[in-house]
């Protein structure tokens, strides 16, 4: 750690401790205000937007400023056939899902159950989903920057590939606290199979294009439950 530059050891700290206890701290607080405040829900979403960018935007200067290839966290350009078909391919199958979903937003009355813990975070009006797929972009680019390349290449460097796998995605997770242990299980373990994914690849590209489809769908979904649930209360009122 005492040969780390100055700079890395400040993000390491911020991103070790300080995120994971704020995520655990401050998000009963954030539910407690969007439950009695939705309309803010929007302003939320622009400060985690920024947070995820200037974190990201940190990392990066932080490298460039020592010197360290973007090579070491998987950032680099993708000049893999495979892997770019391989992106293709995720990308049209997500555009069928989205297309399938608002098709037959009937399917949707069972999903109300499961996403019950955070739907008070997902849009409910078409404002507030625009602004989550600027979130979704900055989460998917930020959050595997700073998790899967950034943290989890210095962790390597101190010890197992493994451990590291196992300990940044337990700080992911807790940085996810706040939207309730189930969210954050599955933060977890999304973070978990990214990091396979980057160690299998040796890009980091895939799960940041993954991470993005993944919040875009819950997003979209948590909007269509709303709208649907909306829809039902309308025509209830009218009959």
Known sequence: MSNLPILYVIILLLVGLLMPVMGVLNGPKVRELLDSHPEK????????????????????????????????????????????????????????????????????????????????ILPASSREYRTSILMAFAAGFSEEIVFRGFLFHQMTLFIPIMPSVILVNVIFGLCHWGTGFRNASWSFLLGVIWCLIFLWTGSLWIPVLTHILVDLLSMTLGYQINRLSRDTLTQSADS
Request: aromatic share 10%; net charge positive.
């Open 41 to 120: 829900r929007i302003s939320v979403y622009f400060q985690t937007i920024v947070m995820l960018i200037l974190m990201g935007g940190l990392v990066l200067i932080a490298m460039w400023l020592n010197q360290h290839s973007l090579d070491a966290i998987g950032a680099q350009f993708l000049t893999n056939g495979v892997s770019l078909s391989v992106l293709l391919v995720i990308c049209l199958g997500f555009l069928l899902l989205i297309n399938l979903i608002n098709s037959k937003r009937h399917w949707l009355r069972g999903l109300k159950h499961t996403y019950h813990q955070v739907m008070y």
